[in-house]
T-cell receptor
């Protein structure tokens, strides 16, 4: 079975400060990793993904994420937070399930980011 | 505009009354999927479809049915809804089921009393 852990339910950061939202995963084989953001009363929006290659991935709205294979992590980062970044963030992993052959997509439980002015 | 639409956005119903939530995408995507979102549990996949007439169970398929007769539509059917199916439901689509990102609909908030 594969799993995704987002250890922090909420992250608070002051505007202008750097932010990190943590994500670790457990899979068999090589994963595809994603970050999505959800604003109130909206569906999820894609931010960025890691498929292969460079461990540092850049995405929308100035966000980036670093893939660390040895630590099985894919933390989301931004150098300078904005109040408008306040939202719910989801990490997701897609990998091949050996028992079913299905390439399942598993989401973490989400982390609420609160950026204070 | 590229989008995934869902209807209805809000629905309150009673136990046992069959309902259908529609989902449509205009991006010619092959892969479509249904998720439910519950507090503290993130999104869990209910069913997915790799293409027309190809559907398969996700992680929490019990109590749900789907069909994929046309590429653009992927309705979710609750034959006999129960209160534990009260949730926020999202439809999503992507080019295929591999490394492509998914596009999500706006969500359907379902309450079963």
């Amino acid at each position: 079975a594969q799993s995704v852990a987002q250890p922090e339910d909420q992250v608070n950061v002051a505007e202008g400060n750097p932010l990190t939202v943590k994500c670790t995963y457990s899979v068999s084989g090589n994963p595809y990793l994603f970050w999505y953001v959800q604003y109130p009363n909206r569906g999820l929006q894609f931010l960025l993904k890691y498929i292969t290659g460079d461990n540092l991935v850049k995405g929308s709205y100035g966000f980036e994420a670093e893939f660390n294979k040895s630590q099985t992590s894919f933390h989301l980062k931004k150098p300078s937070a904005l109040v408008s970044d306040s939202a719910l963030y989801f990490c997701a992993v897609r990998a091949l399930l050996m028992d079913t052959g299905r390439r399942a997509l598993t989401f973490g439980s989400g982390t609420r980011l609160q950026v204070q002015p | 505009e590229a989008q995934v639409t869902q209807n209805p956005r809000y629905l309150i119903t009673v136990t046992g009354k069959k309902l259908t939530v529609t989902c449509s995408q205009n991006m010619n995507h092959e892969y479509m999927s249904w998720y439910r979102q519950d507090p503290g549990l993130g999104l869990r996949q209910i069913y997915y479809s790799m293409n027309v007439e190809v559907t398969d169970k996700g992680d929490v398929p019990e109590g749900y049915k789907v069909s994929r007769k046309e590429k653009r539509n992927f309705p979710l059917i609750l034959e006999s809804p129960s209160p534990n199916q009260t949730s926020l439901y999202f439809c999503a689509s992507s080019l295929s089921g591999g490394h492509y990102e998914q596009y999500f609909g706006p969500g359907t908030r379902l309450t079963v009393t």
